[in-house]
């Protein structure tokens, strides 16, 4: 596996980004994957998953109905579309491998990349 985030930026409150992460070396059809999120000072937390097959996602309560995310299978690439955002949703957002649930989502994975600042004023 090979994962490239891309997307980040600065916007105010209230205000869109569009994540995307690029997979090489595997067949993102046959993966879950999702995002974690690290503000400074707290903990990584699990955002979002989407299961291999499209059919099984999971957001964390505090981004539901604000962020929304999918995946194109024929460009091997993860998506994650964030709307009216809001301060808290600041810090480095990470695509890895998970396992995804409807009730939550799992990494185990040591495939952690650079990932890409999202910073959100108020």
């Known amino acids: 596996w090979q994962l490239a985030e891309s997307g980040g930026g600065s916007v105010e409150a209230g205000g869109s980004l569009r994540l995307s992460c690029a997979v090489s070396g595997v067949t993102l059809a046959y993966y879950s994957v999702g995002w974690f999120r690290q503000a400074p000072g707290k903990e990584r937390e699990g955002v979002s998953c989407i299961s291999g097959s499209a059919g099984t996602t999971y957001y964390i309560d505090s981004v539901k109905g604000r962020f929304t995310i999918s995946k194109d299978n024929t460009k091997n690439t993860l998506y994650l579309q964030m709307d009216n955002l809001k301060p808290d949703d600041t810090g480095v957002y990470y695509c890895?491998?998970?396992?995804?649930?409807?009730?939550?989502?799992?990494?185990?994975?040591?495939?952690w990349g650079e990932g890409t600042q999202v910073t959100v004023s108020s």
């Open positions: 890895v491998p998970v396992s995804c649930y409807d009730r939550g989502m799992w990494s185990g994975s040591d495939l």
